[in-house]
């Protein structure tokens, strides 16, 4: 995340941690703490967002453009994401 505003700068990088079955996730911040908190907000927007049947395709390029709900155009392929299910947290 990049705050321009305030130069500041806020990375999130998941590190694989021995002997756990989930990674960890650090975060790293230089300039001010603007990006952070912008990052941090992003962060928690997604809490409780659960995706269920993701499929993603590389379909070469000669091939006709694909239906997907996200569709990423590459070099030589297209890659194509397709979300079956997304299911967000009740408001309480």
Known sequence: MLDRASKGLALLWNVPVPMSSTPRTLSLRYGSPAAREKLDAAVAALDGVALDGVRVSA??????????????????FWYAIVLRDITRPRDL
């Not at 390029?61 to 239906?67: L, N, S």
């Open 59 to 76: 379909i070469p390029k000669e091939r006709p453009r694909p239906e997907a709900d996200i569709l990423i155009e590459g070099d030589n």
